[in-house]
DNA sequence: TCTGGGGTCCTAGGACCC
DNA sequence: TCTGGGGTCCTAGGACCC
């Protein structure tokens, strides 16, 4: 049987919470993100900036060039979280199969209220109105038999859309529109497939599986299946996070010295506090660093003892960067995350013992 | 034009173990 | 003296997503 899938999405979301708690700023040219003096980029940008050419992930420095007139809002995402929550309550009244992706958008498996009598389109006008009258939110909404129909349809359907693919039209659907808009596929594939002269999803999906696969490598099959249509990736709810992670981009490039160390320490009680917060405890611990000249490198260390203490973490990320800084050398990014958490386990006396691991790590410390 | 911050997943080589 | 094959873990980098 069928399944009905929903992706559901809040239209500029950041811009529109601002415009929603600041009418001074609706019908304006909003954007959400830091300073332009500060390497800022545009997080969201509303309509009316859109208009402009302002898009996400813009240099700021660029956006507010374009538009005289822009009103540049720092992010709160405090905010934001608010009515995330507020809206994926709204989404889990409807089914609890639903898998957000982001703070402003979520898979919804709706499959069980279609078959429960439901058509597919009130289903959707239904969700879209009660998001409007409890939060003041747009939402646009793609349906389809599976996850990556639904989302290429939200898209096409943006702003305060509705598009709705019927089972068995999925391949004529997606034929025209350009690659680009496949799940998976960026700025490298893209560029790739271009260059075997693969432009429209229609292309890739007539195109030798062998040709994609040289291509795109692994993800030529899968990407071969999702240009037909074909998606098999249930929705799952409940998702656990796999990392925890915290970065800075400096205003001005800086090196080696009391403010990089300071940053480092920030960013490594920040990451243990959430860590903490979560109930996780990492085994590895991750530095990032981004030289003056955009090269970016990772060094990471798996710890002796699993650990989410700030000033364990702290000692190890310095530590990783003693070992690589050389004189000269300046940074524009310095980032700390820690991932492969361990689960908890129960000792005899009830006492609850993280595990110490791997034991060859152990028996190089002794 | 000068490029954020939060993530996920994949690849590939080397160490190590049996 | 010359030497396999399979499996897992660790590390580093990169593409991609919002």
């Known amino acids: 049987m069928a399944r009905t899938i929903f992706h559901a999405d809040l239209d500029a979301f950041y811009a529109s919470v601002e415009q929603l708690d600041n009418p001074e700023l609706r019908g304006k ?28 992930a813009m240099p700021m420095s660029q956006a507010v060039r374009r538009c005289t007139t822009l009103v540049r809002v720092p992010p709160r995402f405090d905010r934001y979280g608010e009515l995330s929550r507020e809206v994926m309550a709204i989404f889990r009244s409807l089914t609890p199969l639903i898998e957000p992706l982001s703070l402003d958008e979520a898979f919804l498996d709706v499959t069980n209220r279609i078959d429960g009598g439901w058509a597919v389109e009130p289903l959707a006008r239904h969700l879209k109105k009660r998001v409007r009258d409890d939060t003041g939110l747009v939402l646009s909404i793609g349906a389809g038999t599976n996850k990556s129909i639904a989302k290429v349809a939200s898209d096409m359907g943006k702003p305060d859309g509705l598009v709705i693919v019927k089972p068995g039209r999925e391949a004529s659907f997606l034929a025209p529109l350009p690659a680009r808009l496949l799940w998976g596929v960026g700025p490298k594939a893209e560029a790739k497939l271009r260059s075997a002269g693969l432009r429209t999803i229609g292309d890739v999906a007539e195109a030798d599986a062998a040709v994609l696969e040289r291509l795109v490598g692994s993800r030529g099959v899968q990407l071969g299946e999702l240009s037909r249509g074909i998606d098999e990736r249930p929705v799952v709810a409940e998702q656990a996070r796999k990392s925890i992670g915290a970065e800075t981009t400096f205003p001005q490039d800086l090196p080696d010295g009391p403010q990089l160390r300071s940053a480092l320490h920030t960013l490594s009680a920040r990451v243990a506090e959430r860590a903490q917060r979560d109930g996780k405890t990492p085994r590895t611990v991750v530095l990032k660093l981004r030289y003056a000249d955009f090269r970016t490198i990772t060094r990471q260390t798996t710890l002796a003892a699993p650990s989410n203490d700030g000033q364990v973490i702290a000692n190890v990320v310095g530590g990783l960067l003693d070992s690589i800084v050389s004189p000269g050398d300046e940074f524009r990014l310095i980032g700390v995350s820690c991932t492969q958490f361990v689960e908890p386990e129960a000792t005899e006396d009830g006492a609850i013992a993280l595990p110490l691991w791997p034991a060859r790590e152990q028996s190089l410390l002794l």
């Open 29 to 56: 040219p909003v954007v959400v993100g830091g300073p332009p003096e500060s390497r800022g980029v545009v997080a969201a940008a509303s309509y009316e900036a859109r208009e402009f050419g302002i898009r996400s």
